[in-house]
């Protein structure tokens, strides 16, 4: 076998003319404006290096690095795997998946049994909504305000901002959704027709890190059950510690059928997400497994990722809630600091929104964060918002340079409008 060639890495401006070229104009000019004419070259932990040189704080990649990048325990998993079988033949029995199956069932409690693996959070969406209508032989599935559930056919149906449905006409699902302060929302919607399920995001993400009150839900899931309808806890950016508990639903008591997982579930690594289900909303799968399958669905390098994932996030949980009662305490103080620009905070764990007074001033703040070094995530559907995601490997001294960018954004922002600190 020849050796493999070596050949540098494309430029920055390279990179750009092939995302204009290839992609997206916008999406060359958003990435250029974000790393002020650099692309990212590398991670490790908490920090991105640019082209430039440069580093910063990841305290966004939209959730998915709760890890940190590269955590050392999930590559090594990854790369073993990768050294025995990288993929499945689909038609033998895969022993990885087999085993991540049983690790996430174990790790959520062991009360939802069955899982069903995917590669995206609207894989896991789509499934356990097509599991509750067939298995109720109902159409009709309520979702909430507020709530982003993915932007494919389906799982758009159920993402209540119509931002992300422009130009696209009719609903592949039909859903209603309903007002998160509610708790007789579901009973209301129950008088007039069917249901099939109610699905919620107990943390909801894109909406600006908002929780939903804990007594609403259970009365939606008591509601739900007592007319045979399921309960789909969509946890796919709010599970898995980030919120401080492996499962906000289960830790809050709620009765769910169904716990939607996904993001960090790869470690920051390989992409996984999946439906960690009761046997009753999993019965039509098992009785037919391939009613809903897919090529790449339970990969192996995925898989064999997940429990060094587990493993990992419970090692750093403890660290974990000591970063979150700084973090929140920080907040807290800015708040205070910059009244006229920050109108408010919420979330819980390590999923936080700040929610500036005008889209301009979060605009402001966002360009000042990127080139002081700290990457947040935008909320799309919500422009005056943005969200803070620190990974649990986040130290000290990083939240504090972290807070210090936050406080000098916080300023930049309001020196525009000319609003007094």
């Known amino acids: 076998m020849a050796a493999p060639t070596t050949t540098a890495p494309p430029t920055a401006g390279e990179v750009f003319e092939q995302l204009r070229r290839h992609q997206s104009p916008k999406l060359a000019l958003t990435g250029k404006f974000a790393g002020r004419g650099a692309v990212e070259a590398g991670a490790l932990g908490s920090r991105v290096t640019l082209s430039d040189g440069r580093t910063a704080l990841d305290f966004g990649s939209y959730a998915v690095a709760l890890l940190g990048h590269r955590h050392p325990g999930v590559v090594a998993a990854v790369a073993r795997q990768l050294d025995v079988m990288p993929t499945s033949t689909r038609s033998l029995a895969n022993p990885v998946a087999a085993r991540a199956a049983a690790r996430l069932s174990e790790y ?4 939802l049994p069955k899982v069903y693996f995917g590669l995206n959070g609207a894989d896991a969406v789509e499934v356990s909504v097509k599991l509750a209508r067939l298995a109720t032989g109902r159409d009709r599935v309520l979702a909430v305000t507020g709530g982003y559930h993915g932007k494919t056919l389906g799982a758009l149906s159920l993402t209540h901002s119509p931002l992300f449905r422009s130009g696209l006409r009719g609903a592949v699902v ?16 129950l008088k007039s027709a069917p249901v099939a399920a109610v699905i919620f995001e107990p943390v909801q993400g894109e909406n600006g890190a908002v929780p939903l009150r804990t007594e609403v839900l259970h009365q939606w899931c008591e509601d739900a059950h007592s007319h045979g309808a399921f309960a789909i806890a969509d946890e796919i950016q709010c599970g898995l510690r980030r919120c401080g508990e492996p499962s906000v639903a289960l830790a809050d008591g709620l009765p769910v059928d169904a716990v939607l997982v996904g993001k960090p579930l790869g470690g920051g690594v390989v992409p996984l997400s999946a439906a960690v289900c009761s046997t ?3 019965a039509p799968l098992a009785q037919d497994p391939f009613l809903h399958s897919a090529t ?3 990969h ?7 429990p060094a994932a587990l493993e990992a996030i419970e090692e750093l949980a403890e660290h974990g809630r000591m970063v979150s009662a700084r973090l ?51 909320c799309l559907g919500r422009p005056t918002t943005v969200r803070l995601l620190p990974p649990l490997v986040t130290t000290e001294a990083e939240l504090d340079e972290a807070l210090d960018i936050l406080d000098t954004a916080l300023a930049a922002a309001a020196a ?5 600190e």
């Open 174 to 189: 039909d859903v209603v959704h309903i007002d998160p302060e509610d708790p007789y929302a579901v009973r209301t919607q």
């Open 296 to 298: 790449f669905g339970g």
């Open 300 to 306: 192996p390098l995925s898989c064999a990722a997940l």
């Open 328 to 378: 929140a305490q920080g907040l807290r103080a800015l708040a205070e600091r910059h009244p006229r620009v920050m109108g408010a905070h919420h979330g819980r764990g390590l999923l936080w929104g700040i929610e500036f007074t005008t889209p301009g001033a979060a605009g402001e703040a966002v360009v000042s964060l990127a080139a002081n070094g700290l990457l947040v995530s935008p």
């Open 416 to 420: 525009p409008a000319g609003l007094p």
């Open 280 to 282: 009753e909303l999993y």
């Open 108 to 111: 959520l409690g062991g009360r």
